[in-house]
């Protein structure tokens, strides 16, 4: 896992949590219209159906319940970029989870109902500052909040990809949010200042070793959209396929970033 040297970008607390509520409402406002044969439909995401990517949306926000119920660690020893560079360790036992929590809900809408209303209860009574032990370490509650915006938009771009015509919403703060931290992520694994990536609207990093840049036009510069990118970070596209679909611009000879995705697996 790469150290997480570069210093995390600050985020709005206030902001991070209306976007966690904002898109988990999305989400659950989808879910109430999906039929029985909707929810069996395959997913990108190996065996899993759409019920147990919808399972999972749930899982990955009571991830913060589950924190928040064990006692809070001494001291913070991890920081927000090592987040994104932990989350495949435990892959076996998240499909095991996951199965059994769609098992255990057929109302996935009353479940994402409970998991709505639990969240809220939490997060009105523990403050951002309180620590959480969390699969990367000991993380503030509101750091931990940022990991949840990646897990509910990536999640729901899954679930629009598996069910046609769905368009489930993106709230801009979540979707800013995931961005960002993928974006920064790219820049601790490949540190350095001679290729430019660019996320536009929400994101801007240097990476990559060689010549740093200082002024003027960048000799390397990469380019992409925010769903794009976040599809490049986790896997779901390659760059190869997002070079042939013309989903990605890249000039300069330090402009591959193949051999660097994805970030999250």
């Known amino acids: ?119 809220t209860e939490l997060l009105d009574t523990h403050p951002g500052t309180r620590l959480l032990e969390t699969n990367v370490g000991a993380l503030p509650l509101a750091d931990y909040l940022v990991t949840r915006t990646v897990e509910l ?31 920064d992520a790219l820049a601790v694994k490949a540190p350095g200042g001679s290729t430019e990536v660019r996320v536009p609207p929400y994101a801007v990093v240097q990476c990559v070793e060689g010549p740093r840049h200082t002024r003027g036009t960048p000799p390397n510069v990469v380019e992409t959209d925010p769903l794009t990118w976040l599809r490049l970070a986790t896997g779901r596209l390659t760059w190869q396929e997002a070079i042939e679909a013309a989903k990605v611009s890249a000039s300069g000879e330090r402009a591959d970033l193949g051999g660097l995705l994805p970030l999250m697996a």
């Not at 990536?154 to 995931?178: K, S, W």
């Open 1 to 119: 896992m790469p150290t997480a040297r570069k210093r995390a970008r600050t985020y709005d607390p206030v902001k991070i949590r209306k976007a966690v509520e904002a898109q988990l409402g999305h989400v659950r406002a989808a879910v109430r219209t999906l039929t029985p044969e909707q929810l069996a439909l395959p997913t990108r995401l190996g065996e899993w159906t759409v019920r147990e990517l919808v399972a999972h949306i749930g899982m990955a926000v009571t991830a913060v319940h589950r924190s928040l119920e064990r006692p809070a660690p001494p001291r913070q020893d991890a920081t927000l970029l090592d987040w994104p560079f932990a989350t495949s360790a435990d892959s076996a036992a998240i499909d095991d989870f996951t199965r059994g929590v769609a098992e255990r809900n057929p109302d996935l809408d009353a479940h994402l109902g409970d998991v709505e209303r639990t969240l």
């Open 153 to 183: 938009v990536v999640h729901t771009d899954d679930l629009n990809a598996a069910v046609p015509g769905l368009d489930i919403p993106y709230d801009r703060q979540a979707l800013a949010a995931c961005t960002r931290l993928l974006a």
